[in-house]
């Protein structure tokens, strides 16, 4: 059960959301913007979040969209996790997806909850910063669109009041060889020990990773140890997990030091696999 009682909105448009929000927020109704409600909801139970008022963006056709926009392709943050699955369109940002909780819990999480979530992970962050993604927020002026290693870093950077409408893809993206490696502690769906994530384009390899640190990132120095062709597989492997050593995260899922173990193979594993493509 909630343990507060909070007044629910559902707009219709992305100009009402806003105002909506604005004139609950001037009286004092802490209002939250509400995707798939799965984190405000859990957070919510357990007294660790609290809120007066919930604006639900599932009605804003910009939300909801899924264009093929000609050399772009267009996802509303409304969508959910299953809907990318379905899509299939961008195969890497399908498979985060598809790895992120269980099937059930895919049809609630949506792309922009995922992304602007207080939980640490948001995997789907990753296939967005490595294909050069940009992200399209409403706010009062309206919508506006910026890259997303501008907007995102380490976590969304919304501005109060605005929500995240859409994110746009460049479909060049959408066909490059691709490697997606989650490793859990136990199950299969759990959250990441660490995520690597990469796509390899006009043979430069990228890569970004989620439960490594305390945030998802992609790092300059790690890609261009990786693409160094004087280096061996074991020397690019040994240099990214000391430049990452001050990042690498312990946690009840894992240790610094497995981590680190983890990343290690990983990479040497993506090397081998991406050597031939
Ligand atoms: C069982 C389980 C397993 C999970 N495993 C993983 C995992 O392995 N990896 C991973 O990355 N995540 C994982 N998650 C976390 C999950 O992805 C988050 O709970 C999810 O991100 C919340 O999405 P939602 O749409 O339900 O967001 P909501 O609960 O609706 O919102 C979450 C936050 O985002 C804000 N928000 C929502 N939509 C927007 C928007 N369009 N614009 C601006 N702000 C917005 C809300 O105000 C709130 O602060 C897991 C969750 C569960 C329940």
Redesign the pocket.
């Known amino acids: 059960m909630i343990p507060f009682d909070f007044e629910y909105y559902r707009p219709d448009t992305a100009e009402e959301a806003v105002s909506v929000f604005a004139e609950l927020e001037a009286e004092g109704k802490e209002p939250?913007?509400?995707?798939?409600?799965?984190?405000?909801?859990?957070m919510a139970r357990v007294g660790s979040r609290s809120f007066g008022a919930v604006i639900d963006?599932k009605n804003i056709s910009e939300?909801k969209a899924m264009e093929d926009r000609g050399n772009g392709f267009y996802l509303g943050?409304?969508l959910t996790l299953s809907d990318l699955v379905e899509w299939n369109g961008f195969p890497l940002l399908s498979k985060t997806a598809g790895r992120?909780?269980?099937h059930t819990?895919q049809c609630?999480?949506?792309l922009?909850?995922?992304l602007?979530?207080?939980?640490i992970?948001?995997?789907?962050a990753l296939p967005l910063l490595l294909s050069d993604a940009k992200l399209t927020f409403a706010g009062a002026d309206g919508f506006k669109e910026y890259d997303m290693d501008t907007v995102f870093r380490e976590r969304l950077l919304?501005p109060r009041g605005e929500?995240?409408a859409g994110v746009m893809l460049d479909k060049g993206f959408f066909s490059l060889p691709y490697f997606h490696e989650k490793k859990t502690k136990n199950e299969k769906i759990?959250?990441?020990l660490i995520t690597a994530e990469g796509l390899k384009k006009a043979g430069v390899l990228r890569i970004a990773f989620?439960g490594l640190a305390a945030y998802p990132f992609r790092d300059d120095k790690v890609e261009k140890t990786l693409n160094a062709s004087y280096l061996s597989p074991e020397r690019k492997a040994d240099k990214v997990v000391k430049h990452l050593s001050s990042v690498i995260q312990s946690d009840l899922s894992g240790s610094a030091e497995y981590r680190k173990f983890v990343l290690k193979e990983t990479i040497l594993n993506i090397l081998d696999t991406m050597k031939g493509v």
């Open positions: 939250v913007y509400y995707g798939g409600g799965s984190e405000l909801i859990s963006l939300c943050a409304g992120i909780a269980d819990m609630k999480i949506t922009g909850g995922n602007a979530a207080t939980i992970y948001r995997e789907t919304l929500f995240l759990d959250y990441p989620s």
